[in-house]
């Protein structure tokens, strides 16, 4: 009897209902297919309930929607739509049934219930409802519909909001719908508990390396994330004050998202060394997003930039991807190894925001890979880009290790070399001592000589090393000072001047260097025709020697100017190591990029200056008065920052 009256029903429902209209049957089943639901737009506002059955009626609902989930795409017009609802059990009867529509960003969404043309309940939901208000707790929209005889509703549903009109309906039990919302909100969890995984163990390789890429990388994960919990409805379960205002906070929340992912891509990439004009014109891309958050801050207020913003926002978005797609390209042209990972994490990621957008364009069919696909495009973004950064560390310490085993070889080969030198050179001593022994006055006079000259040739810590083991062991020195010291035109006066008046002048102005070396702490190395070259911090270390130097160099400087001579200076502070060369004439010197570096430091200074490099001005910073020039091209060293020495603060 039950199966009968139940055919019977359903018989009576195909024959009277209108062909096309959807109907909903209630039963414990999900019902989901939206198909057959008709729409009236309502372009001026000029329906309510009373006079849209009167268009309905008109056959003025004469479009129907021919998808499973209805979709209108982009429009900020209100929208009616028609359908119903059947009851054709005894089971059914009197009990809570819902409208479910899982659109958590409609602003607000009214359902008017009629029964013989007559209006039964209105329901009104959506973001303008405060949370707590809501029929359901739930970031999904949720209604209630009863039958209290069998045979059908009519419903008629109003929107209005400010983003997409996409409408998954369907209706359902309470019991089946608490439990695929428990579904959902385990997978939402995972979703979420992968990217807090993902922004804690990049946080913890920003601690232990302080690179700016982890830290924007973990700005941009925590935005895109909290941008798809926001998408979802997740925000205001959480934080439900915010309802009404999750429309401006999304729009920050892309803004941000934009602005981090920029910064990671050109931090990742090192864009800024490989092409300084790129990296400058992607400032524009920031100047947009800064005025799409100055913008969205006006929609807390009102809503008549809701239409601007909106695609202002996509012309942001459109203008980052292009950038860091480009940024992608060139790095890969230029054969940076990261970009692979890069160029194929962002295109997991624009994959999924493509199929996302076109179906809220109405372009792509309403389903579950099209609702999240952006949340799967982010995930595997993750991944890869996760992948990059760790292939990054990695080849970090591998070019760390291989300058470290290079630079130990070259120690051992210099010590070998110094060694034999030193070696050769004591057995020449010795043997010179056992010709001079017959004559105990002739050697005391020559052992006095050679002592003399040995301490005229090297610092005396050194020299005593070399008397008392008879050999002096090369040093590396962690800081030392290196100060060049050279004469403008020297050239031009040696060749109108005779010789004799040259090296007299020159000996002169050598003399004082020599008396402004030892009172600054300083040791000679050499002169390499008109330049002079010197350094502190050795043979003994000390923490002053920076500060030495410019002293000294301030000095000289003083001395050329007493001597109608210009003079150019360039300091430089970094590593070294010093040792004693020489078979026939022993040489105190030094070695090392240091070396170079002052040298390059002198060739690019101004006549009666003191340039010094940034190692060494942040050694001294608080002691002098100094002008920044600015990274400066150097031979073989690229671009140095570079300073003049202006005085003594």
């Known amino acids: 009897m039950k199966f009968l009256l139940s055919l019977f029903c359903c018989v009576f429902l195909l024959v009277f209902t209108t062909h096309g209209e959807k109907t909903f049957l209630l039963n ?43 979709n209108l795409g982009q429009m900020y017009y209100g929208i009616w739509f028609q359908f119903q609802t059947a009851c ?17 960003q409609i602003d607000s969404l009214s359902l008017f219930t009629l029964q013989n043309q007559k209006l039964i309940s209105t329901q009104i939901q959506g973001l303008k409802v405060p949370y707590k208000n809501r029929l359901v707790s739930h970031n999904s929209i949720v209604f209630f519909v009863k039958h209290a005889q069998i045979g059908m509703l009519t419903h008629y549903m109003y929107m209005t909001g400010r ?22 909100d385990v997978y939402v969890a995972l979703y979420a508990g992968f990217f807090l995984a993902m922004i804690l163990y990049n946080l913890f390789l920003f601690l232990s390396t302080r690179e700016k890429a982890f830290l924007y990388y973990v700005s941009y994960m ?92 996509l012309f942001v978005i459109l203008a980052s991807i292009i950038f860091i797609i480009a940024f992608g390209i060139y790095a890969y042209v230029k054969g940076v190894r990261a970009a692979r990972f890069f160029l194929i994490a962002w295109a997991m990621l624009l994959c999924g925001v493509v199929f996302r957008t076109l179906m809220e364009l109405d372009f792509l069919p309403v389903n579950t890979f099209t609702l999240y696909s952006s949340q799967i495009g982010s995930v595997l973004e993750m991944l890869l880009l996760s992948m990059g950064l760790a292939d990054r560390i990695n080849q970090a310490k591998i070019l760390v290790n291989e300058a470290q085993l290079s630079t130990i070889e070259f120690l051992k080969q210099s010590e070998q070399t110094l060694e034999k030198k030193v070696k050769l050179r004591t057995e020449e001593l010795l043997l010179l001592n056992t010709e001079l022994k017959f004559s105990l006055t002739e050697l005391g006079e020559e052992k006095r000589k050679s002592e003399n ?43 109108v001047n005779i010789p004799q008046d040259i090296i007299e002048k020159l000996d002169k102005l050598f003399e004082r260097f020599d008396d402004v070396c030892l009172r600054n702490g300083l040791e000679k190395i050499k002169t390499i025709g008109d330049c002079y070259m010197a350094a502190g911090g050795l043979p003994i270390a000390n923490h002053t020697n920076a500060i030495d130097a410019v002293d000294a160099a301030i000095e000289m400087q003083t001395i050329a100017f007493e001597h109608n001579w210009k003079l150019r200076i360039g300091i430089h502070t970094g590593q070294v190591v010093a040792g004693v060369v020489g078979k026939h004439k022993f040489a105190y010197d030094i070695w090392g990029d240091a070396v170079n570096i002052a040298s390059r430091m002198e060739s690019s200074c101004e006549n009666n200056k003191i340039n010094i490099s940034k190692e060494t001005f942040d050694l001294l910073r608080n002691s002098f008065f100094c002008e920044y020039r600015g990274k400066i091209s150097a031979k073989n060293k690229g671009e140095i920052d570079m300073y003049y020495v202006e005085g003594r603060r």
């Open 28 to 70: 414990d089943k999900k019902d989901a297919d939206g198909m057959g639901i008709m729409y009236l737009i309502d372009t001026n506002t000029v329906y309510n309930i009373e006079t849209i059955q009167s268009a309905y009626q008109n056959k003025l609902f004469n479009t129907f929607i021919e998808s499973s989930v209805p």
């Open 88 to 104: 054709v059990e005894p089971d059914c009867l009197n009990k809570n049934y819902l409208i479910v529509v899982d659109n958590p």
């Open 163 to 184: 983003d997409t009109k996409f409408l998954p309906i369907s209706t359902d039990s309470h019991h089946n719908f608490l439990v695929e919302s428990g579904k959902i």
């Open 222 to 313: 925590a935005s895109f994330m909290i941008v798809q919990i926001s998408l979802q409805g997740y925000v205001i379960r959480v934080l439900p004050f915010v309802s009404w205002h999750t429309f401006s906070i999304n729009l920050i929340l892309l803004a941000f998202t934009c602005f981090f992912a920029l910064r990671f891509s050109k931090s990742f990439l090192e864009i800024k060394l490989l092409n300084l004009k790129l990296y400058n014109v992607s400032y524009l891309v920031d100047a947009m997003v800064s005025c799409t958050i100055i913008c969205s801050l006006t929609t807390f207020f009102t809503d008549w930039l809701n239409p601007f913003l909106n695609i202002f926002i």
């Open 453 to 495: 000259l040995l301490l005229n040739i090297l610092p005396e810590e050194v020299a005593s090393e070399l008397k008392l083991k008879g050999e002096a062991t090369p040093k590396h020195f962690d800081r030392v000072t290196v100060i060049f010291a050279d004469l403008v035109n020297f050239t031009q006066y040696a060749e």
